[in-house]
């Protein structure tokens, strides 16, 4: 990879700044950050992945309602469990400032898609509501209220009636809420 | 199909990455290294540098934590007046005061006048004979090594910050506006898009659950809302009409109320001589008062006036509140500009004094409301009135109160160059306090949604009336009035103005510069160039209001186009068994230009129509 894990080279940074939307300070931020989820023995690995559990020790993530989904959706490995310095700079790359509506929308697409088929059914806005508004028993919606809600969504966002919401329907609706940019991002 | 289909994306994604690594790694740089070297010495200065400038931000990510993006709006705006003052006072400084103190430091002042702390105050005394105020510049010919035209600074580097100003707030209005008013839906604020907009950049735990606690109020509140199809009866319709129509009158006749109070109060009050210096004061803590007190008053209206949305809500209180400020200082304006420029003879001076005692207690009077308003709500609520509960931070309030001040800085410039110097001090001073004062005493917002249409609404209203107002008076007095007689750099002259014809005269002289002769008397003195103008901006206007028609009319024909195509698949997937390549002929004869192959339900499934720019990078080639 041409770097330790405890010190960047000079060409990667620049290759990694290139790569995605962050800035100098924001990728040695970001690396200082992640090696220190790290465990020990990892520090030494050629490309080292800092285990789930440790990346959700993060204070911006810690109490975030969606860190399982947002470690699941950016992890490259094969049980998509923890995340490599270079899935870290994705997520935080999606999350910054000056990333794009569309990659922004895209990305939320795909956390809050629970079941990883590409479309947003019913079960996935169940999930999703609530994850937003509690898990406990008190706080959930009654049934009815779910059902109620979950037809106001899709009669707002499927366009084309097919009982689901596809990427690009959740891009128009999110095209069309402006507050989405400004509230989709984390800072390190 | 799931997991199969990810997998696939995850090595399109990884292998795009190592390409581009790959292809890096293998450019030939050696002899490219200095020339690297040295932009990547000068992005390390320039990126510390922008780091230095980056005021603040550990507090503001603090805040944004806590209580939300609408709360730090309030913020950000408050930093982005700071940087406006801070330029306002490099310039003003640079190019207007260091000449004049360069040319002659000490200041004039006549034996019997010493520094008392009073001057702190009201502006007058010492004060007046300082370059604070306008009357403390003069035109004499300079006999230092350079010859420098203090009256074309003066009037230049106003004209010029008022300009930039303009266009700096104008620019930023516009964008704003495009993308928070045009591409927004105007039913919006549905359940959905209060799903969808859920802040990440909230951190703090509590705030969190805070949070899910008010979505999920909220989404009740919106499901509610809906089913019961708010139909009321004629009676009740007019029953509303007419409270709406009372409490609009009566706000404002408050407002009318007041200003002729102010007016009543200056006209018999406000003779400025230096023996009754502490008289002066009234007028500015009676206006301070009033811009403290009925506000208050306006916000129990809402307790009567029920409107449709909460959003009309503030709609009309901003409203209120804006006439309210306005009229008060349209009445000092007018009184300034009428009176007070035919009776005195430095009246310039006397005017800056005024300005400078209208900032010095509001000064005072925002710290009073922010101890009233949170401090002394935070203990009613817990420990009398536990009903009321712990106050919300009233960002829309705040940030009038902003505009307001920054209203008096504007309108004050030309009176008292110096007059930032007190602002930057207020805003600073007022940046800590507020946060002390949310973090200590307040709650996050309970209704969430909105901040960027309300941040829009706010550098509208910083536009105009704030800036459009001042920029206005500013305009009238160096147009139309007399400079005063006696004192300061344009004396003599028949108005302000008049330094420009004086200096254009004296360009004829020079054969180079007849360019700007020519554009001077054909340009800026011709009617018909404005005329001609404005007659094209408006026929520019007139095309894109029709362009944008026609667009909405396309977007529903559109919407409809999908809707049919979706059901004729539906039932063609059922009739016969090769319905793709009928299906794709069908749309993209109709919609291939656009782009819309993405909402066929064909590509459902598969991630294979990725956005060329997606996955965390800038620019990437995809596989084809």
Same mark, same amino acid.
């Given at each position: ?188 | ?47 510390? @540098? ?48 260091? /000449? ?21 105050? @009201? ?30 600074? !003066? ?129 500015? $803590? ?20 029920? !409107? ?55 000064? $005072? ?78 709650? /996050? ?43 300061? /750099? ?121 956005? /060329? ?12």
């Amino acid at each position: 990879m041409g770097a330790t894990a405890s010190h960047l080279g000079k060409d990667l940074l620049s290759e990694y700044q290139e790569l995605t939307f962050l800035t100098k300070q924001e990728i040695l931020l970001a690396h200082k950050r992640f090696t220190e989820l790290l465990s020990r023995e990892d520090k030494n690995l050629p490309d080292p992945r800092a285990p789930t559990e440790a990346i959700l020790t993060l204070p911006e993530l810690k109490s975030n309602p969606f860190r399982e989904r947002i470690v699941r959706v950016f992890s490259t490995s094969e049980s998509r469990d923890g995340l490599t310095f270079e899935d870290f700079l994705d997520l935080l790359s999606a999350f910054s400032d000056s990333a794009t509506l569309e990659i922004k929308s895209h990305y939320a697409f795909r956390i809050f898609d629970f079941d990883d088929d590409g479309t947003l059914d019913e079960n996935d806005l169940e999930k999703l509501v609530n994850c937003l508004t509690g898990e406990t028993d008190e706080t959930r919606l009654t049934p009815d209220e779910m059902k109620q809600l979950i037809s106001n969504i899709l009669e707002e966002s499927d366009i084309d009636k097919d009982g689901t919401v596809n990427l690009s329907e959740f891009q128009h609706v999110i095209s069309r809420s402006p507050d989405f940019v400004s509230s989709f991002k984390i800072v390190l | 199909m799931g997991p199969v289909i990810c997998r696939d994306n995850i090595s399109v994604l990884i292998s795009p990455r190592n390409r581009v690594l790959a292809s890096k790694s293998s450019k030939k740089s050696r002899h490219l290294s200095c020339l690297a070297d040295c932009s990547e010495r000068m992005s390390l200065v320039r990126s510390f @540098t922008l780091q230095a400038l980056d005021l603040w931000q550990g507090t503001m990510k603090e805040v944004g934590g806590s209580f939300g993006s609408s709360v730090l709006s309030y913020f950000l705006f408050l930093k982005s007046l700071l940087l406006l003052n801070v330029f306002s006072f490099v310039i003003n400084f640079s190019f207007i005061t260091v /000449p004049m103190l360069a040319y002659d430091h000490v200041p004039h002042v006549p034996p019997n006048v010493t520094f008392r702390g009073l001057e702190l105050l @009201t502006g007058a005394g010492y004060f007046r004979y300082t370059v604070l105020y306008y009357g403390a510049y003069r035109a004499d010919s300079s006999t230092g090594l350079v010859h420098y035209n203090i009256q074309l600074a !003066y009037f230049f580097t106003i004209a010029a910050y008022m300009v930039l100003c303009g266009a700096a707030v104008l620019y930023s209005m516009a964008s704003s506006f495009k993308m928070n008013y045009v591409l927004s839906d105007p039913v919006g604020g549905g359940s959905w898009q209060l799903l969808c907009t859920w802040d990440f950049s909230v951190t703090n735990e509590k705030a969190v659950r805070q949070r899910k606690n008010n979505l999920r109020i909220q989404l009740k509140e919106s499901m509610s809302e809906r089913s019961q199809g708010t139909s009321l009866t004629p009676a009740e319709k007019m029953r509303h009409f007419g409270i709406h129509l009372g409490a609009w009158f009566i706000s404002t006749s408050m407002a009318v109320g007041c200003g002729n109070a102010i007016y009543y109060l200056t006209t018999n009050t406000e003779d400025w001589s230096p023996a009754r210096e502490a008289e002066t004061l009234l007028v500015p $803590f009676v206006v301070s008062l009033i811009n403290l007190v009925v506000p208050l008053f306006y916000s129990l209206f809402n307790k009567f006036e029920l !409107y449709s949305s909460q959003r009309r809500q503030i709609y009309a209180l901003i409203i209120r509140n804006v006439i309210l400020k306005m009229s008060i200082l349209g009445i000092l304006c007018y009184f300034w500009v009428n009176e007070v420029a035919h009776k005195f003879l430095c009246w310039e001076s006397m005017v800056g004094q005024a300005l400078y005692r209208l900032v010095v207690f509001d000064f $005072f009077f925002m710290m009073l409301g922010s101890f009233f308003g949170e401090f002394l709500s935070k203990v009613i609520g817990t420990r009398w009135i536990p009903g009321l509960g712990v106050p919300e931070f009233d960002v829309a309030r705040n940030v009038l109160d902003l505009i307001y001040a920054q209203t008096l800085a504007w309108i004050g410039i030309y009176f008292s160059p110096l007059l930032p110097v007190l602002q930057i001090f207020k805003f600073l001073v007022l940046f800590y306090l507020k946060k002390v004062s949310l973090i200590q005493n307040c709650q /996050p917002p309970r209704r969430v949604g909105r901040a960027a249409q309300m941040k829009t609404i706010f550098i509208a209203l910083l536009f105009f009336p704030s800036f459009v107002g001042s920029l206005s008076l500013v305009a009238y007095t160096s147009w139309s009035l007399t400079p005063s007689r006696f004192c300061g /750099p344009f004396k003599g002259l028949d108005s302000t103005f008049s330094v420009v014809v004086v200096w254009m005269n004296s360009l004829e002289k020079v054969p180079a510069a007849a360019w700007a002769v020519w554009v001077y008397a054909n340009v800026v003195r011709s009617e018909i160039f404005y005329f001609l103008v404005t007659i094209i901006i408006l026929f520019i206007t007139f095309v894109f209001w029709q362009v944008t028609q026609g667009r909405k009319l396309l977007i529903l024909l559109l919407r409809q186009q999908i809707v049919n195509v979706s059901v004729c698949f539906f039932f063609s997937k059922r009739v016969c068994g090769c319905w793709y390549p009928a299906l794709s002929y069908f749309c993209h004869l109709n919609i291939t230009r656009f782009r819309f192959q993405r909402f066929l339900p064909i590509y459902r499934s598969s991630f294979a129509l990725l956005p /060329p720019s997606s996955l965390g990078r800038k620019r990437q080639d995809l596989p084809a």
